[in-house]
Structures are given as C-alpha cells and as structure tokens.
C-alpha cells in the first residue's frame, strides 16, 4: 500500500542554519504531497503542497519539490528561526477523499538561538 | 485563531472506563470528519471518515465496538473509547475538510492524548 517514510529527528540546528529534512513516499497512480507543521499545543497546519511532478510548493520560506523519478519530496529552508522548531510530517493523498490522507512519522525540529 | 477546536487535549483514565472526545468545527459545517490516532514515533492513521448523519466509515483493523464515532451534529464528531486500556494510550487527533471556494483545505484540532493506566 501507499507510504510515506521521513527522517527520524529531533533535528536539533542553529538560528540560521540550512534545514533539510528528507520524505520518500510509495504510491501507486499520482498522488498529491504535502508537509504539514504541529506547533506545540496546536493542531496540524497545511505548511505547503504540491499536486503534481516537478512542482514546488512553498511557504513562510519553507520549499519542496515534487520528484516523482526519486518519488521524493523533501522540505527545505535555507535560514531557520527559533519560531520554526515544531513537528514535521510528510503526507500524501492518493484519493479524491482529501481527508484520506497517509502521514509520515513526523520529525522534530528544534532551533536554538 | 482555531478553526476546529478538540477536546480534551490530554486525559489520563483507569483500564476498563470510556473516554469521550470532542471534535468541533468552530465556524463552518462539516459534514465530514476525521479520527486519527499517532503511536509514538510512528505515523498518524486514519481511523475513520465520520459522517454526519449516517455511520462513520472505519479503516481495515480498526474496532468499531472499541472506537464509537458520532456525527451529532453539521460542526460536532465526538470519539468515544470504549473500556479502554493500556494499549489505547495513544494521540488523537481529528480534521475537518472546509471548502473555500475551489478549493478545500484541512484543517486540523490539536489532537489528545490518552494516557490510560
């Protein structure tokens, strides 16, 4: 069945450091991509999306391109803040039950002034 | 601010009592939710579609008996486990889908967390 497999975190960076943080996914037909963020004592937020191969979404300086030959679809930031520590989770939708979505297990970004 | 508030956000029960979580939708009708359960470390799954109105949809080896869902009303789902025990501890979280114009967009409650002893 469908998958999603991200990096095991936390991820622990220094205010302004390049942030990278990997999401592979399995799926049959074209599925739809997505990162979303968990603030602590918040609920999940669309962080960015993308529907298509070789699209890129992005967001609050955050990227991520959609690379079906390395079915991969990897977020990155070039300069992080304290502000964006949080959980990251990689998620795809291959229905037309946007709800039906298939997360990875979230990684965990903290930043340190 | 919140657009789908959950509740509570952490609850610690004996083995064998029910636990009943709410999910609303604060300023739109959703006549479809979402029940998610996130085991530590591991990815969130989808438990179930709750539907307003009729019975919600359950994932394969998810226990309907174990986990009641009801759609009570367009802007409230709630999730009840039933007998709890130790192995139900576990994040909660739901969704709600809200359309804005052509597009729809999830959003989602702040999850809870069962702690059950």
Not at chain 2, 32 to 50: C, D, G, H, I
Not at chain 2, 54 to 59: M, R
Not at chain 2, 91 to 99: E, L
């Amino acid at each position: 069945g469908d998958s999603v497999t991200q990096m095991e975190g936390p991820v622990t960076l220094s205010e302004e450091a390049f942030l990278t943080i990997n999401c592979t996914y399995t799926a049959t037909g074209y599925p739809s991509l997505f990162w979303y963020v968990q603030y602590p004592g918040e609920g999940l937020q669309l962080l960015l999306k993308a529907t298509k191969a070789d699209d890129k979404g992005s967001n609050k300086g955050f990227e991520a391109t959609y690379r079906k030959e390395t079915t991969s679809f990897h977020l990155e930031k070039g300069s992080v803040q304290v502000s964006d520590s949080a959980v990251y989770f990689c998620a795809l939708s291959s229905s037309s039950n946007t709800g039906k979505l298939i997360f990875g297990q979230g990684t965990t970004l903290q930043v340190k002034p | 601010g919140a657009v789908v508030s959950q509740h509570p956000s952490r609850v610690i029960c004996k083995s064998g009592t029910s636990v009943k979580i709410e999910c609303r939708s604060l300023d739109f009708q959703a006549t479809t939710m979402f029940w998610y359960r996130q085991f530590p470390k591991k990815s969130l799954m989808l438990m179930a579609t709750s539907n307003e109105g009729s019975k919600a949809t359950y994932e394969q080896g998810v226990e309907k008996d174990k986990f009641l869902i009801n759609h009570a009303s367009l802007t409230l789902s709630t999730l009840t486990v039933t007998s709890a025990h130790p192995e139900d501890s576990s994040f909660y979280i739901c969704s709600a889908p809200r359309s804005t114009g052509l597009n729809e967009k999830l959003f989602f409650g702040s999850g809870t967390q069962l702690s059950v002893l």
